[in-house]
């Protein structure tokens, strides 16, 4: 699944993508977990390529992925970028996050330890 895109697409303007993925091994639910991310690519090819490099390193199944303003009911909220970043340690990190406890709280970690010490800091909240 390699593809060598040519540097000319340049000009393209980057727009901003969404793809959904389901990780078929999550700790979470036996039926495998879903989530969204988005990113910037210029085109089809570029979004595509970003997609599937993202689903083999990780080792998660494409669901879907198009352009957000093409995304209806997407195309209002705002998520976590492909490689995402935890909101405690700043570590980047492209395994599937771990959420918040505090369900109206949309941070993500990178780690259960990276939850609980925010939790603890931000919500008062021993997990
Ligand atoms: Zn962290
Ligand atoms: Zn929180």
Do not use: I
Request: net charge positive.
């Amino acid at each position: 699944m390699t593809r060598k895109r040519e540097a000319k697409e340049d000009d393209l303007p980057a727009e901003k993508w969404l793809v959904a993925f389901r990780n078929p091994s999550s700790s979470k639910s036996p039926e495998g977990s879903t989530f969204v991310r988005e990113f910037y690519a210029a085109g089809y090819y570029e979004a595509y390529d970003a997609v599937l490099t993202h689903a083999e390193r990780m080792n998660l199944e494409v669901l879907w992925f198009r352009e957000k303003r093409n995304c209806g009911p997407y195309m209002n909220r705002n998520y976590p970028g492909l490689e995402a970043r935890c909101t405690y340690c700043n570590k980047r990190f492209g395994h599937e996050p771990v959420p918040c406890a505090d369900g109206k709280c949309e941070s993500e970690f990178c780690s259960r330890q990276c939850m609980d010490d925010h939790a603890m800091l931000k919500h008062r909240v021993r997990t």
